[in-house]
């Protein structure tokens, strides 16, 4: 059962979290569902009010980095753009209007810290996507400086691959790729200060880039969510270890304790896990958004 009220849009596609809807020649509809994923399978259980959150710290961002890249976001209440419809009101809290854009076939992956599968391919090789870090370093180990390490972009049920710049420019071509690293580095950069600032260590998160009609680059999709970003209270950052966390890795680590292989369907969540995530989603949004300055 779909936990908003559906509108009467063609769904165009459902994603991992997100469902979208066809409202015109310019113009999606993005709804950020309850439904959680991980190790990009979608789970059983939601997360009850997880799409609002995700949608109102997205829209704090995006708001940031207007003088850095062009964002997908069109402006004014929901409701205003369909005549007030009651169906637009109720949802308005978990949904975007947005720009109709050609999404690129790459994820746009900034790491700060070395965690989660850079962990892994670090592990195994010494090295993320192709870019040669230092010997001996730890998990949680924070690096020199932020690296850019893109993946490919997975269908629903499938596992994204860590790839080397080379192919990425390869994919998109040489400019796109550069600027696309460029801007993902300029923006994690200022967001990680803003957030450490607020307690929280962003050590690693995807972005995702979209093209105009006329080639113009925007930053689409969700921006340094819990669901898109790896987020650790800075008071409980502690080197050789996986760090406690506001994000979704709490649930990632009860399903390291079970003997599932990582493949649809996924397993159940019992309650106590559901609701100690929530309290984790609702504690980032706290420190992010809450009393901020002008």
Do not use: C
């Not at 304790?257 to 980032?284: C, H, M, S």
Request: hydrophobic share 40%.
């Amino acid at each position: 059962m779909s936990d908003y009220p559906s509108p009467p849009l063609e769904l165009i596609h459902q994603g991992k979290v997100r469902d979208l809807y066809a409202v015109d020649e310019q113009r999606l509809l993005m709804v950020a569902t309850d439904r959680l994923s991980a190790f990009d399978v979608i789970l059983p259980d939601p997360i009850p009010g997880k799409g609002e959150i995700l949608t109102r710290i997205s829209r704090f961002w995006f708001d940031q980095f207007t003088d850095t890249v062009a964002n997908h976001l069109v402006p004014g209440p929901l409701a205003s753009h369909f005549d007030g419809a009651d169906w637009a009101t109720q949802i308005e809290g978990r949904a975007m209007l947005v720009r109709r854009l050609k999404p690129l076939p790459v994820e746009a992956i900034v790491r700060g810290y070395l965690a989660g599968s850079g962990w892994k391919d670090y592990q195994a090789s010494g090295a993320i996507s192709g870019v040669r870090l230092p010997d001996g370093l730890a998990q949680a180990s924070a690096l020199d400086e932020p690296i850019f390490t893109p993946s490919t972009k997975a269908a629903v049920g499938d596992h994204d691959t860590n790839i080397a710049f080379s192919v990425m420019q390869e994919l998109i071509g040489t400019g796109l790729a550069l600027q696309v690293r460029d801007v993902s580095l300029a923006i994690y950069r200022r967001a990680a200060g803003f957030a450490r600032n607020r307690g929280i260590i962003i050590a690693d998160t995807k972005f995702e880039f979209g093209l105009d009609e006329h080639g113009e680059l925007y930053l689409i999709d969700e921006v340094l969510t819990p669901d898109s970003s790896r987020f650790w209270p800075v008071d409980q950052w502690r080197l050789g270890i996986s760090p406690p966390s506001f994000d979704k890795q709490y649930v990632r680590d009860y399903l390291e304790t079970l003997d599932w292989n990582k493949t649809a369907p996924g397993p159940r969540l019992p309650a106590e896990v559901i609701d100690q995530t929530l309290a984790r989603y609702r504690e980032a949004e706290h420190r992010l958004l809450a009393d901020r300055p002008e």
